[in-house]
Each structure stands twice: as structure tokens, then as C-alpha cells.
């Protein structure tokens, strides 16, 4: 039978007393997954320090991306309006009718349990785990539990683990008085946190020019993971194209590590900014939005990551569609991005094995491969080809095969 443990609250943010319970809870009641299911609209809370879902989710999927056992549920925050814990544990039921639930609480929940949609109902088709404590609070809350077993039959089962006097409100007063809470989230969290600048830390991220391996932490914070090893991906690749074609390494693997950078925001975020930064958006990029992160991305790489080198700039700006003419630089990454090792789409008309080849032989070859394959593949989905794509392709399709 499978048991599964459910991490319910508003996780605005997650921080590490969430894990360790959620950990020691999977440890002592031997579950075989934790889900960790952030609530949509809590009726008891307040709005206004609430950031946005697609922020909480992100920085829990960061936070747990290290742990086999969690996963992220989004089954409360899917639903409109107010979400009640019966209701999500119905569905869970009706879905996985042989699975056994625990839900797992910090102690105070259990005092508000009774005021929970449906007590009874809650009650009854979970195992409770709440986190225990060895005080005078601690006896206070067994006698609480003691008194829900008689009163519901409830089944409430303590998590031993440390008391650790972390919690979400007090991480955001910290943050509203720009104070670090490093060590009470983890450091991807903290990194998350402060890059977009939630709940009014709104510090500069960088003062002066990142190291590569900050830009590298920083890229792992705000990218989604299979975004981030990507980018890793492109930068490699980067350098060792830039490594046979003497350009230089190090430009070359930071040009790869930041081209996707504005691809933490979602395509409707990257219009509004857009807007916001002054960039001007043609029409067919306001249609296709895939072809906005170049533009985005070159004004992030400038501004948040304080990068001055030109030519890295206009890697990263022409990486999505090239442009006819382009420095060995711009071809580097343009075709980074489409051989890197993690890429395994099936190419045409030219083999992945052979547009690779092409790349580390004659960086025009390459470029005619790769625009002969992207513009393929964009007929076969029936999706308009933007003008600098058609310039681009017009220019290297004279390119001679070797
Ligand atoms: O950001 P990546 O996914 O790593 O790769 P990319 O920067 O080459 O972006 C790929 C996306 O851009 C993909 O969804 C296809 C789209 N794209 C590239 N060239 C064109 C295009 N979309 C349209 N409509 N027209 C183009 O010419
Ligand atoms: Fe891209
Ligand atoms: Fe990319």
C-alpha cells in the first residue's frame, strides 16, 4: 500500500523547519512520497503579503529538487476560489483509491483543525502527523490531540524532531527590514527571493560584476531545473566550439550560461516587461512570444547581471533567430543552443550527428544545417517564420558544404 504524506499550507515562502518536518515525518511513518501542495486562497489569511502562485511553486520545486521522495502537487492550486482540505482529499481518494494519506501538520494547526470545512470529514480520511515538541506546549498539544482521538476518532501521530522557531511571517517581517534569512530557507530559496525581489527585498542583487559562479547560483535560483541544465549544457558546448574556433573560452561560456536567462518569466511576464524596459516588440514576437527572450535576455544580461561586453550582449539578443552576418560569437551560441549534449530531438532533414559534425568543422555549415532544420520544423508546425530568421537562412544557405 502506498503511503503518501501530504505537506499542506501557503509555503509564502517554504523555509526549513517545512523540509525537515516533511522529512522526518517520510522517515518515522516509513511514506513513500511527500507532497507538498501549496493552498490557493487560505480564507484566514491575509492578501496582501501573499506573493504569486507561480513564485511559490518555483521556489518549493528549487527547494525540494534535491529529495526523490517530494514532489510537488498543485492539486489545490489548480482549483478557483477557496480550496478546503476535504475536498482535496476526496479527489485523492477517488484517484488513488488504495493509497493511505497522512497529512502532516505544524503543531498550531492542530488548535484550528475544528474550524477547518468539514472537521469530521478531514478527520476521518487521514492519519494526522503533527509536529511534536518536549515542553509545557508540547503537553498542551497531546491533550488537544487526545481530546480530537475521542472526539473524532481521529488518528494523530507526533513527528519527533527539534523545536526550530523558523515560520513564513517572520521571514517576510525579516526580509520587509531588508535582513538576510539565510539559513532559515534554503540558499536557492534565499537566492530566488532575492532576485525577483519578494516581499520587499528589494536589494540590488549584485553591486559589482558577479563571478562567473555567482551568475552560475543565480542561474540556478530562478531557472526551472531542466532550463538550468540547459544552460549549463549551451555554455559547455560553448566553449569547447569556442576552443576549435579560437574564440575566446571564457566570453563563450558566459555568453552560453546567460543566452536563456529571461526564460524564468513566462511568456506573458516577458510582454509586460518588455513594456516596461522600453523594448520594442514586433508584431510577430507579440504572436509568438518563444522569440522575445533574446531581446529580454541581452537587457537582463546588461542591467541584473552588470554584463558590458558587447559582443556577449548580441550572442545573447541574436540567439533565437540569428541575423545575416554574424560574428563567430553569435554563430557559437546560436549553435550551442541547438547541439547542446542534452538535446535529443529528432532532426531533419539533417541528423543531430551530422549539423554536431558541422559545427565543430565550418561554423557557417553549421548555421546552413541547423536554419534548414529550424525552418523544417517550424513549416511542419505550422508556424509563421519570423523575417530575421528568413534573412538569416538567405545568407548561410550560399554557405559552401564541405
Ligand atoms: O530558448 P531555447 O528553447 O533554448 O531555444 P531558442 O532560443 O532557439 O528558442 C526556440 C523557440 O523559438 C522555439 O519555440 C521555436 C521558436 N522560434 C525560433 N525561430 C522562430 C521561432 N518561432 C517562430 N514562430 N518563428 C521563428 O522564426
Ligand atoms: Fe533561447
Ligand atoms: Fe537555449
Not at 526551472?224 to 579560437?246: I, M
Not at 518588455?274 to 522569440?291: D, H, M, S, V
Not at 563567430?328 to 539533417?350: F, N, Q, S, T, V
Request: aromatic share 10%; hydrophobic share 35%; proline share 4%.
Amino acid at each position: 500500500m502506498m503511503k503518501i504524506g501530504i505537506m499542506g499550507g501557503t509555503f509564502n515562502p517554504i523555509h526549513n523547519a517545512h523540509l525537515l518536518m516533511a522529512e522526518e515525518a517520510r522517515k518515522q511513518y516509513e511514506l513513500d512520497e511527500i507532497w507538498f501542495m501549496p493552498s490557493q486562497n487560505p480564507p484566514h489569511k491575509k492578501k496582501e503579503d501573499l506573493v504569486s502562485k507561480e513564485h511559490r511553486k518555483r521556489m518549493i520545486c528549487h527547494a525540494i529538487s534535491g529529495n526523490p521522495h517530494f514532489s510537488f502537487s498543485d492539486l489545490e492550486l489548480q482549483r478557483q476560489g477557496t480550496t478546503y482540505t476535504s475536498d482535496t482529499l476526496e479527489k485523492i481518494e477517488k484517484e488513488m483509491p488504495k493509497a493511505k494519506i497522512y497529512f502532516i501538520l505544524g503543531g498550531d494547526s492542530l488548535y484550528e483543525i475544528e474550524s477547518w470545512h468539514k472537521p469530521e470529514y478531514v478527520m476521518k480520511h487521514c492519519h494526522i502527523l503533527v509536529a511534536g515538541r518536549e515542553d509545557a506546549a508540547g503537553e498542551h498539544l497531546k491533550k488537544k490531540a487526545d481530546e480530537l482521538k475521542k472526539k473524532y476518532q481521529a488518528r494523530i501521530s507526533f513527528i519527533q524532531m527539534p523545536l526550530l522557531d523558523i515560520s513564513s511571517s517572520n521571514i517576510r517581517t525579516q526580509l520587509q527590514k531588508k535582513e538576510l534569512v539565510s539559513y532559515q530557507v534554503p540558499d536557492v530559496v534565499m537566492r530566488y527571493i532575492h532576485f525577483h525581489g519578494l516581499y520587499g527585498y528589494d536589494k540590488a542583487v549584485f553591486a559589482k560584476q558577479p563571478s562567473q559562479q555567482e551568475i552560475m547560483n543565480y542561474l540556478q535560483a530562478t531557472l526551472r531545473p531542466k532550463r538550468f541544465r540547459h544552460t549549463l549544457g549551451v555554455a559547455f558546448t560553448a566553449a569547447n566550439l569556442a576552443e576549435v574556433h579560437d574564440v575566446d573560452k571564457e566570453t563563450a561560456y558566459l555568453a552560453g550560461l546567460l543566452h536563456d536567462c529571461a526564460k524564468f518569466y513566462e511568456k506573458e511576464e516577458q510582454i509586460l516587461l518588455c513594456e516596461q524596459f522600453g523594448i520594442p516588440l514586433t508584431e510577430i514576437e507579440r504572436k509568438n512570444p518563444a522569440l522575445i527572450h533574446g531581446k529580454l535576455g541581452k537587457y537582463m544580461a546588461k542591467n541584473r547581471y552588470l554584463v558590458k561586453n558587447e559582443e556577449i550582449l548580441s550572442a545573447i539578443r541574436y540567439h533565437t533567430t540569428g541575423h545575416p552576418a554574424m560574428t563567430e560569437l553569435e554563430k557559437i551560441i546560436y549553435l550551442a543552443d541547438y547541439i547542446e549534449p542534452g538535446r535529443k530531438m529528432d532532426c531533419k532533414p539533417h541528423s543531430l550527428k551530422k549539423v554536431r559534425q558541422a559545427c565543430f568543422a565550418n561554423l557557417d555549415l553549421g548555421m546552413r544545417y541547423t536554419l534548414e532544420n529550424c525552418i523544417s520544423y517550424l513549416k511542419q508546425q505550422n508556424q509563421p517564420i519570423d523575417s530575421v530568421t528568413l534573412e538569416t537562412y538567405e545568407f548561410y544557405k550560399k554557405g559552401e558544404a564541405l
